[in-house]
Nanobody, 122 residues
Framework: QVQLVESGGGSVQAGASLRLTCAAS????????VAWFRQAPGKGHEFLGG????????DYAESVKGRFAISRDNAKNTVSLQMNSLKPEDTAVYYC???????????????WGQGTRVTVSS
């Protein structure tokens, strides 16, 4: 069982940066991959990127590569999503999710956080 809690969302102006944090708890976390998703109003979940907690291998979606960055702090059991140059179209609820492989974490992760809302105004 893995529990995930996101924090750091809020309302910002276009061009600003925001850092989201996912706090993970549970057993054998090092076996897991943590991924970030977002869901804009009226749309489905969009995969943004994922990181293996053991090796720190990262996989990004092309849509955010170069603008978003994922990192982990294994001592604190946290995974962060640094978002730069935010645009109004980045407005969404952001979720972290986890599963035991990158393939599963990218597609149908078993564990989800409750989400944190990000609003970017022009």
């Amino acid at each position: 069982q893995v529990q995930l809690v996101e924090s750091g969302g809020g309302s910002v102006q276009a061009g600003a940066s925001l850092r989201l944090t996912c706090a993970a708890s549970g057993r054998t976390l090092s076996n897991y991959v943590v991924a970030w998703f977002r869901q804009a109003p009226g749309k489905g979940h969009e995969f943004l990127g994922g990181i293996t907690l053991s090796e720190g291998t990262i996989d990004y979606a092309e849509s955010v590569k170069g603008r978003f960055a994922i990192s982990r702090d294994n001592a604190k059991n946290t995974v962060s999503l640094q978002m730069n140059s935010l645009k109004p179209e980045d407005t969404a609820v952001y979720y972290c999710a986890a599963d035991v492989s990158m393939t599963k974490a990218k597609t149908e992760p078993r564990y989800w956080g409750q989400g944190t809302r990000v609003t970017v105004s022009s």
